[in-house]
């Protein structure tokens, strides 16, 4: 196989780093070049609103986020910067006030009708630019926004000495409602600043010009340059607001940032530190910093750059021919939103991850707990972008302390037998915050919010395995967590249940015991525990959660063979008249994805996610929805059912920029860019039950790839190379040692040496999995795997002739079928006991005697093949006692 060698299409624009040809089989995965990704237009974004969300270029570096529109008369530069939020105000539809757009810069050209334009953003280089000619002369504009020096860069230049002239003019957008200030021009700098008057924020911009050639002259408000070689503008901002509790715990709006410093200090000193250093050296560094991240991980699935412009892409998708190209870009894009989206020291990603153009975004660009914050850190652990979870972290950290108040509240108000009088009630889940409030409960999302937000904590650990970082940054949160929530939860019929409790955005709310709170509180019961082991603690609260957790009661299997959303569901759906059986959140599936608690251990579990499913159906068009749906699927390992909400995800609501609009509008809302990451690394690879498995639901359209570094929970650095659907490589980076349980249909057949070719020791179980004792830095590759066809299960399982005692079954049988092997799981059991095989018909006549005890209970029929080798999948059917 020869990975594509992108080309440079039609614009001349440059081509960073590209991809080298590898043959297969020689050299590591892991030591190979990812391929050329970008984005790119023959034309600038329109200068509207609805450019901004479907054609302009974001780039960003947590400090300041960028939405570039590539203008040839005027370039519009839009800046948001997190932290400038307007008051929140309620009843005004979804579109409310909250981060505020903090400029909106121009550059005047007044260059009309260029020739041959092209502008692109660059994945593997973090770098966009423009490119145009008019008059004989080539106009060049480069762009980028770098974390370590805390400043947007453009270069911008022509390829005729003097030809370059332009006037930069940085403007306050709504100006007037609550927002104060003034631009002002000095020497080579604009400054503008002001203030936000709700909480009180100061704001500043500064843009230096520094011109080679020609001249430049300051006006009142803008900076002009003529007849340049070339010129740098840099841009920094900043406001007054800082991590600090007080933000939170101060109840006046106007006193929350009190006392903190004027951001004029700080930008200036960040624009004086970055003009000591040259155009290269920015750049430099910025890559470094970028790169040490973006190349972590790579996929190809085949494709080659396609020679037309990346809205054609969009536009032709599911039918074009370079369709894998813009799965491949989606995959990569999500990476880069959260790489400028996600800095430690900046705040987290909202709604809108880091851009707003507008005064009143959807929802106020908060931070929603019930699904959106969660799925933007998805691909932070699985695509392997760990420790851009700390922005989110130190966030967490300043608006916890009124999280703990609230929590001490809700004990006194829901459960007060089981208040600490001395207010250590652990903290509860909000459902939304933004910089300066956090909300208390709100019955829109049970308080399984709290321990969600735990899990990513977990998670952070899971993934890294940093034993500091569990005890100083993760533990206390997971304490604290499970603190609260076993004091919350009430003693019902023996197991302990949520009350009051909602499943997210559901209209049957206030009820008890929804799966949704009782997965997340039991997972992070469970983890809390694990995570005490592991750090060697003890004490009389963890001896509490230990007799709690197996009353926590996480699953209960409905009558249509369902994972029910409230206990009081029958049948799928029939709790309440009020509920839409196709809802976008799917909230009760949450133990199977992003969680660990419903995993190949628990298949009856798993058989009940997938009944689940089926019946929400397909017809939810919510951009995060669709996404969140791609990782569900690949966990019950149907990479092509999962890969049809892929598809309608970049067919229906993927932009021309590749933003993803919500539901129409076009509304942006970020969680999808993120959610589809992490949707793909789901199919490609997993890790719920700490056995990694690559390509665990790879779709048949990918039948041909290969990936590199996608991180397993154990911080194992996985690779694989496929063809045909069937890995012809694997390879693992031991990051932290340990055990790596290692899985994929006949692995345990396979040739596995180190990467020095040294023979590896493993334990097999069956054919499928083995077990590797490895060092910390040791690289296990696995090549030589024998092919395995999967075996075809049967189909189409009925309970027929049921008299009580006995019941006859009928089924649909498989070509591959040697014998059938039938089992059952008995009311809310994870795992299925055999309870026949060899079964040469495809029919069985089953009596039992405890079979009129048994209220419910869910039967599964698999095919052995005359190899020995059994289905993984199975037909399914729901016995109900009448
Ligand atoms: C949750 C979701 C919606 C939307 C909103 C911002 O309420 O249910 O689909 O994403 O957040």
């Known amino acids: 196989m020869t990975i594509a060698i992108a080309t440079s299409v039609l614009t001349g624009v440059i081509l960073a780093p590209e991809a080298c040809a590898v043959e297969q089989g020689a050299g590591l995965i892991a030591d190979r070049p990812g391929k050329a990704m970008r984005l790119w237009y023959d034309a600038p974004a329109p200068d509207s609103d609805l450019g901004w969300a479907n054609a302009s270029i974001p780039m960003g570096n947590g400090y300041m986020g960028i939405n570039v529109f590539g203008g040839t008369e005027s370039e519009r530069i839009q800046i948001t910067e997190n932290s400038l939020y307007d008051w929140a105000d309620k009843n005004s539809g979804f579109k409310r006030r909250g981060v505020n757009n903090f400029a909106e810069v121009y550059m005047d050209f007044g260059h009309t009708k260029p020739g041959n334009y092209a502008r692109e953003l660059n994945l593997n280089e973090g770098v966009s630019r423009v490119r145009y000619e008019l008059g004989g002369v080539t106009y060049s504009r480069e762009y980028f926004t770098s974390y370590p020096d805390k400043v947007?860069?453009?270069?911008?230049?022509?390829?005729k000495k003097g030809a370059l002239s332009f006037t930069?003019?940085?403007?306050?957008?709504?100006?007037?409602?609550?927002?104060?200030?003034?631009?002002?021009?000095?020497?080579?700098?604009?400054?503008?600043?002001?203030?936000?008057?709700?909480?009180?924020?100061?704001?500043?911009?500064?843009?230096?010009?520094?011109?080679?050639?020609?001249?430049?002259?300051?006006?009142?408000d803008t900076i002009t340059v003529s007849d340049a070689d070339s010129a740098v503008v840099l841009i920094a901002v900043g406001t007054?607001?800082?991590?600090?509790?007080?933000?939170?715990?101060?109840?006046?709006?106007?006193?929350?940032?009190?006392?903190?410093?004027?951001?004029?200090?700080?930008?200036?000193?960040?624009?004086?530190?970055?003009?000591?250093?040259?155009?290269?050296?920015?750049?430099?560094?910025?890559?470094?910093?970028?790169?040490?991240l973006y190349d972590r991980v790579s996929l190809d699935l085949g494709a080659k750059e396609p020679a037309m412009t990346t809205d054609k892409l969009v536009d032709a998708y599911p039918d074009g021919a370079s369709s894998r190209y813009l799965e491949e870009l989606a995959f990569q894009y999500g990476r880069y939103m959260l790489i400028c989206s996600?800095?430690?020291?900046?705040?987290?990603?909202?709604?809108?991850?880091?851009?707003?153009?507008?005064?009143?975004?959807?929802?106020?660009?908060?931070?929603?707990?019930?699904?959106?914050?969660?799925?933007?850190?998805a691909p932070a652990f699985c695509a392997n972008l760990p420790e851009l979870f700390e922005s989110y972290a130190d966030f967490f950290n300043i608006f916890v302390h009124q999280q703990r108040q609230y929590a001490t509240q809700y004990i006194e108000q829901y459960n007060p037998s089981q208040l600490d009088p001395n207010g250590d009630n652990g903290w509860s889940g909000p459902f939304w915050t933004n910089p300066y409030n956090v909300t208390g409960k709100s019955p829109v999302a049970g308080f399984g919010t709290g321990s969600w937000i735990a899990q990513m904590f977990w998670d952070y650990y899971d993934y890294t395995r940093d034993e500091s970082l569990l005890a100083e940054t993760v533990y206390p949160v997971m304490y604290e967590q499970a603190n609260f929530v076993s004091r919350f939860v009430k003693e019902v019929d023996g197991v302990l249940l949520a009350d009051p409790s909602s499943s997210p955005e559901q209209k049957l709310r206030n009820t008890v015991g929804t799966t949704f709170d009782q997965q997340m509180f039991y997972e992070n019961h469970h983890n809390t525990l694990t995570a005490a082991k592991i750090l060697g603690r003890s004490d009389k609260r963890l001896d509490i959660y230990e007799k709690q957790l197996p009353l926590l009661d996480p699953i209960q299997i409905g009558k249509s063979g369902q994972i029910k959303e409230f206990r009081q569901e029958e049948y799928y759906c029939d709790a309440d008249k009020v509920l839409d059986p196709h809802h976008r959140h799917t909230s009760m599936l949450l133990g199977e994805y992003p969680g660990q608690l419903i995993n190949d251990t628990t298949p009856a579990w798993l058989d009940a996610v997938k009944k689940t499913l089926t019946l929400r159906t397909r017809?939810?068009?919510?951009?995060?929805?669709?996404?969140?749906?791609?990782?569900?699927?690949?966990?019950?390992?149907?990479?092509?059912?999962?890969?049809?909400?892929?598809?309608?995800?970049?067919?229906?609501?993927?932009?021309?920029?590749?933003?993803?609009?919500?539901?129409?509008?076009?509304?942006?809302?970020?969680?999808?860019?993120?959610?589809?990451?992490?949707?793909?690394?789901?199919?490609?690879?997993?890790?719920?039950?700490?056995?990694?498995?690559?390509?665990?639901?790879?779709?048949?359209?990918?039948?041909?790839?290969?990936?590199?570094?996608?991180?397993?929970?154990?911080?194992?650095?996985?690779?694989?190379?496929w063809s045909n659907g069937q890995a012809s490589r694997v390879e693992v980076v031991s990051n932290a040692g340990g055990t790596l349980a290692l899985r994929y249909p006949n692995v345990a057949k396979a040739v596995i040496k180190t990467s020095e070719g040294q023979t590896v020791d493993f334990v097999a179980k069956g054919t499928d999995q083995v077990s590797i004792e490895t060092t910390k830095g040791q690289i296990v590759v696995v090549t030589d795997?024998?092919?395995?066809?999967?075996?075809?299960?049967?189909?189409?399982?009925?309970?027929?002739?049921?008299?009580?005692?006995?019941?006859?079954?009928?089924?649909?049988?498989?070509?591959?079928?040697?014998t059938y092997n039938l089992y059952r799981a008995v009311g809310n059991a994870p795992d299925y006991?055999?309870?026949?095989?060899?079964?040469?018909?495809?029919?069985?006549?089953?009596?039992?005697?405890?079979?009129?005890?048994?209220d419910q209970m869910t039967l599964k029929v698999t095919t052995v093949r005359a190899d020995g080798r059994e289905s993984r999948e199975g037909a399914t059917a729901v016995r109900l006692l009448h």
């Open 152 to 159: 947007m860069v453009i270069r911008l230049s022509a390829s």
């Open 168 to 220: 930069l003019r940085p403007t306050i957008p709504f100006l007037g409602d609550g927002k104060s200030g003034t631009v002002s021009a000095k020497g080579d700098t604009v400054t503008l600043s002001g203030v936000m008057t709700y909480f009180n924020i100061q704001f500043e911009g500064q843009f230096k010009v520094i011109p080679k050639g020609g001249k430049m002259k300051a006006g009142n």
């Open 240 to 292: 007054n607001y800082q991590f600090d509790p007080q933000v939170f715990l101060t109840p006046k709006p106007t006193e929350k940032l009190k006392g903190f410093p004027h951001p004029h200090a700080k930008v200036s000193g960040t624009i004086a530190d970055a003009s000591a250093k040259s155009y290269e050296q920015l750049k430099a560094n910025h890559q470094a910093d970028y790169t040490e």
């Open 342 to 377: 996600s800095r430690k020291g900046t705040l987290p990603p909202h709604l809108q991850g880091i851009w707003n153009v507008y005064a009143r975004p959807p929802w106020s660009s908060q931070y929603l707990h019930d699904t959106n914050v969660q799925m933007a850190y």
């Open 619 to 721: 017809k939810s068009n919510i951009g995060w929805a669709r996404a969140e749906r791609v990782a569900f699927w690949a966990r019950v390992h149907d990479g092509d059912e999962a890969y049809l909400f892929f598809q309608d995800l970049l067919g229906g609501n993927f932009l021309h920029n590749l933003f993803n609009d919500h539901r129409g509008g076009p509304l942006f809302q970020a969680d999808a860019n993120y959610g589809a990451t992490a949707g793909v690394a789901e199919l490609l690879m997993q890790s719920q039950d700490h056995v990694v498995s690559p390509l665990p639901a790879l779709p048949c359209a990918w039948s041909d790839g290969s990936y590199r570094g996608l991180l397993a929970r154990g911080n194992f650095e996985v690779s694989a190379q």
């Open 785 to 818: 795997i024998p092919a395995c066809t999967p075996v075809v299960a049967p189909s189409n399982l009925k309970v027929v002739k049921d008299v009580k005692s006995q019941f006859e079954l009928a089924w649909t049988g498989s070509k591959d079928a040697a």
């Open 833 to 854: 006991e055999r309870i026949a095989s060899n079964i040469k018909g495809t029919g069985f006549v089953y009596k039992a005697a405890d079979l009129k005890q048994i």
